[in-house]
């Protein structure tokens, strides 16, 4: 079993950066490969970015690609999201996901272990 545990989040003006990190705990961290979703109120809770156990493929979700960036340390047992140029559309709660399933998987149904979340608000 794997506990996650979100941190960096907070308020930030629109242009602006926050790096997000996950803390893995209490299982195996690199045999699960890892995600970002958020989930904005009354919405459903969206794919943002994934990596892959081994770190050497990652995907983000089009509405990021270009200003997200997911990472992770195996050695640490970390995970990050670098999140630049925010935008007010950008305001979520934020979680990481960990799933020991195989394959590139941007559906949270398919993700097991589940943080807290963070909060992230970019103002205009």
């Known amino acids: 079993q794997v506990q996650l545990a979100e941190s960096g989040g907070g308020l930030v003006q629109?242009?602006?950066?926050?790096?997000?990190?996950?803390?893995?705990?209490?299982?195996?961290?690199s045999n699960c490969a890892m995600g970002w979703f958020r989930q904005a109120p009354g919405?459903?809770?969206k794919f943002v970015a994934?990596?892959?156990?081994?770190?050497?493929?990652?995907?983000?979700a089009d509405s990021v690609k270009g200003r997200f960036t997911i990472s992770r340390d195996n050695a640490k047992n970390m995970v990050y999201l670098?999140?630049?140029s925010l935008k007010p559309e950008d305001t979520a709660v934020y979680y990481c996901a960990g799933t020991t399933r195989l394959g590139v998987i941007r559906s949270?149904?398919?993700?097991?272990?589940?943080g807290q979340g963070t909060q992230v608000t970019v103002s205009s």
């Open 108 to 114: 949270p149904n398919e993700y097991e272990y589940w």
């Open 43 to 45: 919405q459903e809770r």
């Open 50 to 60: 994934l990596i892959t156990r081994s770190g050497y493929i990652t995907g983000h």
């Open 82 to 84: 670098q999140m630049n």
């Open 14 to 29: 629109a242009g602006g950066s926050l790096r997000l990190s996950c803390v893995a705990s209490g299982g195996t961290f």
